[in-house]
């Protein structure tokens, strides 16, 4: 079978970004490696994506910039910056979007119209909150996604919410009420879902085309397991890893005091990756504890550095309480520690049938004693956490390569093409 035209609408799409830019833009990569691809990206991305060199002729630049650089300097005054207020930033997206892909459109309206292209995939921006004009507009299919969103903050991290500045979280419904957000959906040929809270969210009657995709990827060059030893094997010590942005929604309190009040931790080594502004305050708990020998802080490392550590280390924690898309956590699995991570969210969801250990969410005090006691399982039956370390890893590397990603991609274009029922995709659940 020849291979399908389409043109990817990618407005966030950037190699040296991080998180979604460098997702998207990796996506976009993959998928031209399985199909013949013309990307639809925003101007921004111009000097990173010719710098790597990649695309070629495959990229057209879009310039909206007459309200998105308006939009995002209100944005950043708004949220005091870009670190917190991440639901601020969404709502100031709604119409610079818009505007992307009216030009998009417009750009592409000969080609799309002579029959150039087989499908249009929209695969950035990822919040289902920023709607399509081309679901409903296009003279191909639409495919959608991977989208990720609607994770709700637990009630008991009220406090963790309010120092994200995420009070307009509670207008985010009100996007159902906008234009162009229910035939985003209605009429997508297929809606590409991460997990759980983001199938929930989408309206009723499209279930038949929903499709379980998670986003994240990695890049198996970088994160594997060649040269591991089996977690928890030999004499110890053994070394727990936390790494991530050290902010109050991805609570790393809950790694440090659940490991520094530990006696039967006592022994071994817990490394802090990362830096934020929890950093002081995971210091002074650590100092408190008297537990500087134990507890050390490794700052922000590249990449290699991380994948590194994690295939040097027993086991993963990541504690986050509102983690949409938990990239690290498939890392770390490539990687082949045990990871042990808060059920909720996607964390949760890349953990279950027994590829991690899951604590179930709780208020602080409760989520410390869980997570100590989980760490100290390990040390119990190691036989049982390296089990579930192996298939964590074998799960990882059978789907989330970007190679593996994109030939998935490429069974649901097809079945889009022939009209046939999406229900057999279902290898990510």
Not at 282 to 291: F, G, S, Y
Not at 338 to 353: E, F, K, M, R, S
């Amino acid at each position: 079978m020849s291979r399908p035209r389409v043109l990817l609408l990618a407005e966030i799409c950037n190699p040296e970004w991080p998180s979604l830019p460098v997702v998207g833009y990796k996506y976009a990569r993959a998928l031209a490696s399985v199909a013949d691809v013309k990307v639809a990206t925003h101007v921004r991305n111009r000097p990173a994506i010719e710098a790597a060199g990649e695309f070629g002729d495959k990229v057209v630049y879009i310039d909206n910039e007459w309200i998105a650089g308006r939009m995002h300097k209100l944005s950043e005054i708004l949220r005091g910056g870009s670190e917190v207020a991440w639901s601020t930033h969404q709502i100031m997206a709604y119409l610079p979007y818009l505007e992307f892909e009216r030009q998009a459109l417009r750009t592409f309206r000969e080609e799309l119209a002579d029959g150039a292209f087989d499908l249009v995939h929209r695969i950035t921006p990822m919040s289902p909150t920023l709607p399509s004009i081309a679901a409903s507009r296009g003279p191909v299919p639409f495919v959608i996604g991977p989208l990720n969103g609607n994770l709700d903050w637990p009630r008991a991290f009220q406090s963790e919410q309010k120092r994200e500045r995420e009070g307009m979280r509670r207008l985010r419904n009100l996007y159902k009420a906008l234009p162009f957000a229910r035939t985003t959906f209605t009429k997508a040929a297929a809606i590409l879902a991460a997990f759980r809270h983001t199938v929930d969210d989408l309206p009723p009657g499209v279930d038949a085309r929903v499709v379980p995709f998670p986003e994240v990827g990695f890049d198996p060059a970088i994160f594997h397991s060649d040269g591991r030893r089996r977690p928890f094997s030999g004499g110890g010590p053994y070394r727990f890893l936390y790494a991530g942005r050290l902010v109050p929604y991805k609570v790393p309190e809950v790694a440090v005091r659940a490991f520094v009040g530990s006696d039967a931790l006592r022994p071994h080594r817990l490394h802090i990756v990362g830096d934020g502004p929890e950093e002081p305050r995971l210091r002074q708990i650590v100092a408190e504890a008297h537990a500087q020998d134990r507890v050390i802080f490794e700052g922000r490392k590249s990449q290699a550095e991380v994948a590194g550590m994690m295939r040097g280390v027993d086991a993963f924690i990541f504690p986050s309480i509102r983690e949409l898309g938990a990239g690290v956590v498939v890392e770390a699995m490539a990687c082949g520690p045990v990871c042990i991570v808060t059920a909720y969210g996607a964390p949760g969801d890349l953990t279950a049938n027994g590829r991690g250990v899951r604590v179930p969410l709780q208020p602080l005090d409760g989520l410390v004693a869980a997570n100590r006691a989980a760490m100290e399982a390990c040390l119990a039956d190691p036989e049982a956490h390296a089990a579930m370390a192996s298939a964590a890893h074998d799960y990882a590397v059978g789907l989330y390569t970007w190679e593996a990603k994109a030939a998935y991609t490429a069974r649901i274009y097809d079945a889009v093409m022939a009209r046939r029922s999406l229900a057999d995709l279902t290898d990510y659940l």
